[in-house]
């Protein structure tokens, strides 16, 4: 079947520190990856995504790129702000019904100043 | 603006009293769906619907119920509430069909089960 396993928060980090979230997916067949985020309050919205193989989505500084060999798909910035605390959610769609999403079980990050 | 409104945001019921979460979108999305969100599970889906008239159960679809008379509604109705249901509730809504669609979110809602 399909799943998405990221890690467990919460992660702190200082200003200007790198970010790296772990995702890692399984799924029957070659799924679309998508990275989202939740700032507090409100709901998710979509940070970016991949659609095959190889891809990398970005977007405001965080990129991820679909690796099969690894079935993987960490999310990474270079240099978090305050205003990037929130919790983040991996997720897959299934090529076979491109509207069903497996979400993960999402990652809060904490930035301090 | 493109949109999925939920309302209630916000609600405190007993068990047994029946709720309806209304949802709506304003993208003509063919897809709809609903999730609810609680610690350390992620979202899990509840119900969704294809398009008006059709609909199908999730992972978790014990305890609710769905209707899909219009393309932009899609609300969500418990018929006997219990504290087990207490949750964050989102609507969300996307095109059909397509590798990569996006999906829209509402903003949730808040539902406590006393």
């Known amino acids: 079947g399909n799943s998405v396993t990221q890690m467990e928060g919460p992660v702190t980090l200082s200003e200007e520190a790198f970010l790296t979230i772990n995702c890692t997916y399984t799924?029957?067949?070659?799924?679309?990856l998508f990275w989202y985020v939740q700032y507090p309050g409100e709901g998710l919205q979509l940070l970016l995504k991949?659609?095959?193989?190889?891809d990398k989505g970005s977007n405001k500084g965080f990129e991820a790129t679909y690796r099969k060999e690894t079935t993987s798909f960490h999310l990474e910035k270079g240099s978090v702000q305050v205003s990037d605390s929130a919790v983040y959610f991996c997720?897959?769609?299934?090529?076979?019904?491109?509207?069903?999403?497996?979400f993960g079980s999402g990652t809060k990050l904490n930035v301090k100043p | 603006e493109a949109q999925v409104t939920q309302n209630p945001r916000y609600l405190i019921t007993v068990t047994g009293k029946k709720l309806t979460v209304t949802c709506s979108q304003n993208?003509?999305?063919?897809?709809m769906s609903w999730y609810r969100q609680d610690p350390g599970l992620g979202l899990r889906q509840i119900y969704y619907?294809?398009?008006?008239?059709?609909?199908d159960k999730g992972d978790v679809p014990e305890g609710y119920k769905v209707s899909r008379k219009e393309k932009r509604n899609f609300p969500l109705i418990l018929e006997s509430p219990s504290p087990n249901q207490t949750s964050l509730y989102f609507c969300?809504?996307?095109?059909?069909?397509?590798?990569?669609?996006?999906?829209?979110f509402g903003e949730g809602s808040w539902l406590t089960v006393v």
């Open positions: 969300a809504s996307s095109r059909q069909g397509n590798s990569g669609n996006t999906i829209y």
């Open positions: 799924a029957t067949g070659y799924p679309s």
């Open positions: 991949a659609t095959k193989a190889d």
């Open positions: 997720a897959l769609s299934d090529r076979g019904n491109f509207n069903k999403f497996y």
């Open positions: 993208m003509n999305h063919e897809y």
């Open positions: 619907s294809m398009n008006v008239e059709v609909t």
